[in-house]
Each structure stands twice: as C-alpha cells, then as structure tokens.
C-alpha cells in the first residue's frame, strides 16, 4: 500500500506564510513523493480564514497546541489579539483532509503555531523558543497520525520504506 502524506503547503513552495512567503523544501524525497501523487498539501491557516499576510502569530505564555486543544491556552497575535478560534478552526480542517485522503503520515514545517512538531515560540515574539507542538500537530497526533518535522524527512522515509516493506 502506498501512504499518502500530509505536508505543510509552505513547504511545496506556496506563498502562503504570514509575511506573503514560502519555505520550500528542495529534497529528493519530497519531489518523489509529489511524483507519486502521495502528497495531501494543507495550509491550516488559510483553511481557518485567516488571508496572506497576515500578522504573524505564537501560542501565548509558552504553553503549546494540546493546551489550546483543551481551551487552556491562547494562540495570540503581534498586536495581542486573540486567534485562538481561527488556528483550532485550521487545525480541524487539516484533520478532515488528511482523515478524507487517509493520511498516517505529515510533514509539517518546524516551529509555526500550526504546523510546528518539535518546537514552537513561547508567545513573547522575540525569536525564544521551546519544545512543544502547535496546534494542527497536535491535533493530528490525537487522531494518530504521526507528524514529522521538516528536519526529519529522511527519518520519515524510513518510516515509510519500513510500512511499505
Ligand atoms: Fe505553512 Fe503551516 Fe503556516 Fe500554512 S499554517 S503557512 S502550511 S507553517
């Protein structure tokens, strides 16, 4: 069976971040996998209603995306405005594409309140980080999905290589 894989439409080179731009990931595994048609693209935070650009955005207090999943936490913008609504409205749009393509697989870009899965900022936007998910991997990750970081696509090919076998 081949898996399909959910990835973080910056990544493939969409515009989509909220300064207007993209992050695009050149890796031979990524333009194989586009060729193989195993590529599901979501932008959680377009899909939540937010436009480009948009004012860039941390989940406050250092508090990370399961705690927002549990309406214990804030994910506030640069003029602390509460966004709370629009990112867990994202996150459950991601969810509902992977679920409708059956993806067991993301790979999301590091460090964004959305996407990030290995670390995110702490919500004072001055560039400190920490560990912890944002909200759409985490949101993932509850429903079992497992959510790599761009840093780990090798780590995911193996995975995949290894479920394919
Ligand atoms: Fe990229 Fe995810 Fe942010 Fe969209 S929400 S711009 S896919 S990091």
């Not at 990370?64 to 804030?74: E, I, K, T």
């Amino acid at each position: 069976m081949i898996h399909k894989v959910l990835v973080s439409a910056c990544l493939l080179g969409s515009p989509v971040r909220y300064n207007g731009a993209a992050k695009t990931l050149a890796h031979p595994l990524l333009e194989a996998w586009q060729r193989e048609g195993r590529v599901v693209s979501v932008c959680p935070e377009l899909m939540g209603g937010f436009g480009v650009p948009r004012p860039a955005a941390e989940i406050a207090r250092a508090e990370s995306g399961d705690r927002v999943l549990a309406g214990a936490a804030q994910v506030v913008d640069a003029s602390g405005a509460d966004v709370t609504a629009l990112f867990v409205a994202g996150a459950r749009a991601a969810l509902a594409s992977a679920l409708e393509h059956d993806c067991r697989f993301a790979l999301l870009i590091d460090g964004s309140p959305s996407c990030g899965s290995r670390f995110i900022y702490d919500g004072s936007f001055s560039g400190q980080r920490h560990a912890g998910a944002g909200v759409t991997a985490a949101l993932l990750r509850a429903h079992g999905i497992e959510v790599f970081a761009d840093s780990e696509i090798e780590a995911l090919g193996e995975r995949l290589a290894q479920e394919e076998a």
